[in-house]
């Protein structure tokens, strides 16, 4: 079992609408969790930082925790074609090491 | 991100030559990783150096790969006898640690002819 999950994709998105990624793990210590947006050839970018269940909310983005269920979701409002890209789900597990996922690629389509 | 350099930018090398990449972080980035991309794949962990500890090198994929830092800041990684399969984008990335972002470098492009 990976230590973080996420769908492949494609995910096809229209522009306008909402994109939701998720993103499962294993390792209960995890703390710490991140998303990361990687548009082609470039290097990751970090979008997002949660540490705390619940919701976080910066400008477009929303990040969902939920320590119980072991999941994190990132929403993306009012896609728009510059939001096509992979997005990485991140976290730093119980023994302080980050381990990513295999990231999912949107597509958001005019 | 956040002032990571690496160098060189690109490397294309032949087989069986030795490659050194270089990642510069920012002062006070305790914090090191070394992750390869093939085309269209997604991060592969390396090596992992965190302050004065041993480092973490359960993801080097052979004894060809090895990995140094050298006071606490400037990472290497050295790759012997190159091979077609490494054929890759190899990216650094550093952070403060402790549940603490990381930062990507802008990677490096090794081609091996």
């Known amino acids: 079992q990976k230590e973080v999950e996420q769908n492949s994709g494609p995910l096809s998105v229209p522009e306008g609408a909402i994109a939701s990624l998720n993103c499962t793990y294993s390792?209960?210590?995890?703390?710490?969790f991140f998303w990361y947006r990687q548009y082609s050839g470039k290097s990751p970018e970090l979008i997002m930082s949660?540490?705390?269940?619940g919701d976080k909310e910066d400008g477009r983005f929303t990040a969902q925790l939920n320590k119980a269920s072991q999941y994190v979701s990132l929403l993306i409002r009012d896609s728009q074609p510059s939001d096509s890209a992979t997005y990485l789900c991140?976290?730093?597990?119980?023994?302080?090491?980050?381990?990513f996922g295999a990231g999912t690629q949107v597509v958001v389509t005019p | 991100g956040a002032g990571v350099s690496q160098s060189p930018s690109n490397k294309v090398t032949e087989k069986g030559k030795d490659v050194e990449l270089r990642c510069d972080p920012i002062?006070?980035?305790?914090?090191l990783y070394w992750y390869r991309q093939s085309l269209g794949q997604g991060l592969e962990f390396l090596i992992y150096?965190?302050?004065?500890?041993?480092?973490?090198k359960s993801g080097l994929p052979s004894d060809r790969f090895s990995a140094e830092r050298t006071g606490g800041s400037v990472s290497t990684l050295t790759i012997q006898r190159t091979q077609q399969e490494d054929s890759a984008v190899y990216l650094c990335?550093?952070?403060?640690?402790?549940?603490?972002?990381?930062?990507f470098g802008p990677g490096t492009r090794l081609l091996v002819l």
């Open positions: 390792d209960r210590g995890s703390q710490s």
């Open positions: 002062s006070g980035h305790t914090a």
């Open positions: 991140a976290l730093e597990d119980s023994w302080g090491k980050f381990q």
């Open positions: 150096f965190q302050g004065n500890s041993a480092p973490d």
């Open positions: 990335a550093a952070g403060q640690g402790a549940g603490e972002t990381q930062y």
């Open positions: 949660i540490y705390s269940n």
